[in-house]
């Protein structure tokens, strides 16, 4: 028998309890072995539920039972996950753990202290929810050099930009609908800032570099300045605004950011609407693969935690040596990376516009909306952004030019 501990009885918490009691049956055989809950740790109490008999409030009476090989830790935030994770590590159990940020802080580190103890730190759904998505990294695609990691990486963003798109909604209405929904936090900004989306892809790039990518040197822009008039453009040229986060892996430079992205109709990714997310690998062999699911959720994340509580219990005395080293790994500066981009231009004199933007950036094609006043769009060719940031503000030192109303990365 397999004896684990949940810290945390939230929703992830409570939905673990609920993913182990529904499918006892199957992740008995899963596991070879029966796997019992035997404590779960919170703050409050729970009267009436039977989870109350596990309850304790103390950490220590899990750190200190030698029964509990594995511990679940869904508390979420770094401190004091970070702690308790730790010293599990350090007194021989495995952890398993849905925490973004607890994986985008402290990940090498922890996988270090759990390998020295021939243990493992499993974090399946700290990315992608339910998505399977770092197993595949670490045992699928082995044979193959990652050159890129594409992902619409936050379900409550991509909400609101599906309801802009579909709906022509402001987005504060469709941010106060998602808060309604429960899909927003009262304090949306870890969602709509992008700092959700910005710690996962911070965990794909240093997976697929095998050193460790910082999301403070992480170049993140969130949805705040999308309106409805940029989806009407992004519609104009084929496609939709999706909120991606990037990472590219090129000639031995890396480099990685949250942007909003205007996304062409026959990529994949532009079909992946509501609160789902979807990850697209890029292997130098495979080509491009796409893993999609429920990003998020009580059962889907759930299901995954689980899941590698079953790998870690299969795996007792058996460190899985997942790649991620705590050497740092530099990325190149944003401004160096290549883009295309859409610019939204307020004209004073559209003559003299068009002739400076045809002048500056040998741009031919302008991009007009019916009832926009003032205004129009065009596509730069691909450049670095720094030479398209320098050219923007030659354009606006020009006659004719009013202001520049919104830049959106274009992805093919």
Not at 192 to 205: M, N, P, S, T
Not at 234 to 262: H, M, N, S, T, Y
Request: aromatic share 6%; charged share 25%; net charge negative.
């Amino acid at each position: 028998m397999a004896v684990i501990a949940v810290l945390g009885y939230g929703t992830v918490g409570s939905g673990v309890v609920e993913v182990m009691n529904t499918n006892r049956e199957l992740i008995q055989s899963k596991a070879e072995q029966p796997v019992d809950i035997k404590y779960v740790l919170d703050l409050r109490d729970f009267p009436g539920d039977p989870i109350q008999n596990m309850i304790t409030h103390n950490y220590d009476d899990i750190l200190n039972d030698p029964e509990v090989e594995v511990v679940v830790e869904v508390m979420g935030g770094v401190d004091p996950a970070y702690s308790f994770v730790k010293s599990a590590l350090q007194s021989g159990k495995s952890v398993c753990t849905s925490n973004k940020e607890l994986v985008a802080a402290h990940g090498a580190e922890l996988m270090r202290i759990a390998k020295e103890n021939n243990v493992n730190f499993l974090f399946e759904a700290s990315v992608g929810g339910g998505i399977p998505i770092i197993r595949p990294i670490n045992r699928s695609i082995t044979s193959d050099r990652i050159e890129a990691v594409t992902g619409i990486l936050n379900g409550t963003t991509n909400y609101m930009l599906t309801k802009m798109d579909t709906e022509g909604l402001d987005y504060e209405d469709v941010l106060k609908d998602a808060q309604a929904k429960g899909y927003a936090e009262r304090n949306p900004a870890a969602d709509v800032e992008g700092y959700d989306a910005c710690r996962k892809i911070a965990i794909l790039a240093s997976l697929a570099t095998e050193k460790t990518v910082s999301y403070e040197d992480i170049y993140t822009e969130g949805i705040t300045n999308i309106s409805t008039t940029d989806m009407l453009y992004a519609q104009k040229l084929g496609g939709i605004i999706k909120l991606l986060g990037k990472a590219g892996f090129e000639d031995g430079r890396v480099w990685a950011r949250v942007a909003p992205a205007v996304v062409s109709s026959d990529n994949p990714l532009s079909m992946v609407s509501d609160v789902f997310n979807a990850i697209l690998l890029k292997g130098n062999m495979l080509g491009d693969v796409m893993f999609y699911g429920r990003g998020a959720g009580k059962l889907p994340t759930a299901s995954a935690v689980v899941s590698d509580i079953v790998d870690a219990v299969r795996h007792r005395n058996i460190n899985l040596g997942i790649k991620w080293s705590e050497e740092k790994q530099e990325l190149m500066d944003i401004d160096d990376v290549k883009v295309s981009k859409l610019v939204r231009v307020e004209y004073a004199q559209k003559d003299s516009a068009i002739a400076a933007v045809g002048n500056i950036f040998a741009a031919k094609d302008i991009i007009e909306l019916e009832g926009a006043e003032d205004e129009f769009a065009f596509v730069t060719k691909k450049a670095s952004e720094s030479e398209i940031n320098s050219r923007l503000e030659e354009l606006l030192n020009t006659d004719g030019i009013n202001g520049i109303l919104n830049t959106i990365r274009m992805e093919g």
